[in-house]
Nanobody, 119 residues
Framework: QVQLVESGGGLVQAGGSLRLSCAAS????????MGWYRQAPGKQRELVAF???????LFADSVRDRFTIFRDNAQKTVSLRMNSLKPEDTAIYYC?????????????WGQGTQVTVAS
């Protein structure tokens, strides 16, 4: 049974930082692409960041240079470091597993964690 459990969301002031973490189980983590998506109210779910098995990363234009994604294969975790947060970053953030560089959206999803950025 695949489980992706996110943590680290919360309320932060604009300009602040947060770190999200996702603990994975039930998948061969070291050979699985991992990503973060987000969905704001009334909007479609969108890719935030992706990291491949080999460490190649993809970022949405809106977060490039502010967000960092990294993985720890030994701990089976993928983390998203978010700096210089803006109110428009407010959304539910979802961990995703199973994607590739060409198709970052994998088949497995976490339950999501709320990030709220106050202006």
């Amino acid at each position: 049974q695949v489980q992706l459990v996110e943590s680290g969301g919360g309320l932060v002031q604009a300009g602040g930082s947060l770190r999200l973490s996702c603990a994975a189980s039930g998948i061969p983590f070291s050979s699985t692409g991992m990503g973060w998506y987000r969905q704001a109210p009334g909007k479609q779910r969108e890719l935030v960041a992706f990291i491949s098995v080999g460490g190649f990363t993809l970022f949405a234009d809106s977060v490039r240079d502010r967000f960092t994604i990294f993985r720890d294969n030994a701990q089976k975790t993928v983390s998203l470091r978010m700096n210089s947060l803006k109110p428009e970053d407010t959304a539910i953030y979802y961990c995703n597993a199973g994607g590739t560089v060409r198709a970052p959206a994998g088949r497995y999803w976490g339950q999501g964690t709320q990030v709220t950025v106050a202006s």
